[in-house]
């Protein structure tokens, strides 16, 4: 536990040198939060001292079960630093929408409670759009670049921290060089986002907000209107660029980047499903509105229809319209695609596609050996074969994900939401993206969510970011035994 703790400590020295960009807009832009932020890089530093004095010298080095409880503790103890700002810049906030806010931001999650962001001072807007952007790859895998040179073992919270088949994917021999080639592709993508977006037309601090909510797949945004705001072609394209960009494996990206080809995307069988699915998803709603006569000319139903499904489908949650006055099919389908598009190894959230595509080609090899019961039939993807264990871990936790999303379900209606508010609330909570539908609505914010319905889709996102598995784990009886 010491190690445990010693490491938290360190995770909270990290967190308060992060508060010194919030500092600095608040002294460019003049909004007087400044000491609001200093206040909570000074609270997050003593804490640091005390976790750190407390576990001063770790009797023995992290083990990997131990990658569970850290990440778990992590992602607990960060969005709890994090709401300070919040708590002291907002009048009339409380502890549980800050908290909530903070913990949207740093998974990526995009949902907010917070009315009137236009006149919402710049520091704390940047602040929100910045936890996003850490949370994108995640504040523990980044803290890997500096805690194996303190002497504290990485890979473990690699394993636990990180998204997907990154952690099978090794870029560089040691973790260390793994993580600042992931975090250099996560800047140089964020560079010429915040770029092209000014281009386009946005000021640079709405481009940098932006850029950091879409590559962090987050669903924030320095408007009450969300992209609605800008009304420009050129700005949604772009965004959707990186929203597509940021749903696809980082590992690829850092490949394609080293070799200067695309290749890399050719052979990935979750590339070719994820662009597919979008494609024919953008081409399916837009005939859905021009058929309902939804907007007036084709045109207008294509870039509404590919700017908002790309949003939902890749967990980012910017908006441009109120889909939910749309024919129910569209919010629906968004909803569900919320669930599957991701890829692994990208800051988005959900089952992810490379699931997806084993469970259909499990199907497959299942409606095969009925008929043909002797059959050598291995589940394949991309060409290689999958080992049954694997397809056994993922029908596991494709069954807890549904039995989460039961149960939270239930929840919520227990507090006395309707049905298509609290189911869309709870799924869209658990792939970390920003919306459901019905009320509170596309392009509306939770504000009016209860207390106990907050911290419902509270939890929800922190499962859902951490994959299930790392929260559910800790609570089996067998994690605690020696």
């Known amino acids: 536990m010491l190690a445990v703790v010693h490491v938290l400590g360190l995770l909270l020295a990290s967190f308060a040198l992060t508060c010194l960009a919030p500092v600095a807009c608040s002294l460019i832009m003049g909004d007087g939060l400044w000491r609001v932020f200093l206040l909570t890089a000074a609270a997050a530093a003593l804490a640091a001292l005390l976790l750190l004095g407390i576990a001063h010298r770790p009797h023995r080095e992290l083990r990997p079960r131990d990658g569970f409880l850290l990440v778990t503790l992590g992602w607990v103890l960060l969005p709890a630093a994090a709401s300070l700002p919040l708590l002291l810049g907002i009048p009339g906030l409380g502890f549980t929408q800050a908290f909530f806010e903070a913990m949207s931001g740093l998974t990526t999650t995009g949902s907010t409670v917070i009315n009137g962001l236009d006149s919402l001072p710049p520091s704390l807007n940047f602040w929100r759009h910045a936890l996003e952007w850490l949370g ?10 500096v805690l194996p040179l303190l002497g504290v073992g990485g890979m473990q919270v690699y394993k636990g921290a990180a998204p997907g088949s990154v952690k099978d994917e090794r870029l560089a021999p040691r973790i260390t060089a793994t993580a600042r080639s992931l975090w250099f592709v996560y800047a140089i993508i964020t560079a010429v986002g915040i770029v092209a977006l000014r281009l386009c037309g946005m000021s640079w601090f709405d481009a940098i907000c932006h850029a950091f909510s879409a590559v962090g797949l987050g669903g924030f945004s320095s408007h009450d209107r969300s992209i609605a705001y800008f009304n420009s072609p050129a700005i949604e394209l772009v965004l959707m660029a990186l929203m597509v960009i940021a749903a696809l494996n980082f590992a690829r990206h850092f490949v394609a980047l080293r ?3 695309l290749e890399t995307y050719k052979a990935d069988p979750e590339v070719r499903a994820i662009l597919l699915v979008l494609g ?8 859905l509105l021009s058929w309902h006569g939804v907007y007036p000319d ?10 908002n499904t790309i949003s939902q489908a890749t967990t980012s949650g910017l908006t441009t319209q109120d889909y939910q006055s749309w024919p129910v099919f569209a919010p629906y389908w968004m909803l569900f695609l919320s669930c599957i598009v991701c890829s692994t190894g990208s800051t988005g959230g959900g089952i992810k596609m490379f699931r997806a595509l084993l469970l259909a080609r499990q199907t497959g090899r299942e409606l095969k050996l009925l008929i043909h019961p002797a059959a050598m039939a291995p589940v394949r993807i991309g060409g290689r074969a999958i080992p049954d264990t694997v397809g056994h871990a993922v029908l596991a936790f494709i069954f807890l994900y549904f039995v989460t999303i039961a149960i939270m379900t239930f929840a919520m209606l227990l507090t006395g939401l309707d049905f298509d508010t609290s189911f869309a609330a709870v799924v869209a909570s658990i792939n970390n993206t920003a919306h459901g539908f019905g009320p509170p609505g596309a392009v509306h914010n939770l504000h009016d969510l209860t207390p106990p319905q907050t911290w419902i889709c509270t939890g929800a996102m922190l499962i859902g970011r951490l994959e299930i598995f790392s929260v559910v784990v800790l609570m089996w009886p067998a994690y605690w035994r020696k």
């Open 136 to 145: 994108g790859l995640g504040v523990i895998v980044m803290a890997l670049a």
């Open 259 to 261: 070799r200067l080809s």
């Open 280 to 287: 024919l998803s953008v081409a399916g709603i837009t005939a």
């Open 298 to 307: 084709f045109l207008t139903s294509l870039r509404n229809a590919a700017f």
